[in-house]
């Protein structure tokens, strides 16, 4: 199903069609609002997904210095 949606959108015409639909379903006053909202929330899931990253790349680098091997220790 996947491929024949992806197919489906190859088109610009198609993308076109997609479009008014959107348009004659969410109509030309609310479709701003809901752009904006999209935004912010894409802003938000990016940020997200950046400090996690940041995240584990901290979690990561402190965890080097521990995972030595107490038998290996020189005497």
């Not at 030309?28 to 609002?33: C, E, F, G, N, V």
């Amino acid at each position: 199903m996947g491929y024949y949606s992806v197919m489906f959108l190859r088109e610009p015409s198609h993308i076109l069609l997609i479009l008014i639909v959107v348009l004659v379903l969410f109509g030309a006053k609310r479709l701003p609002d809901s752009a904006r909202s999209l935004a912010k929330s894409m802003r938000i899931f990016k940020s997200e997904m950046k400090d996690m990253k940041d995240d584990d790349k901290k979690a990561v680098a402190e965890k080097k210095p521990e995972d030595k091997d107490p038998d290996s220790v020189e005497k």
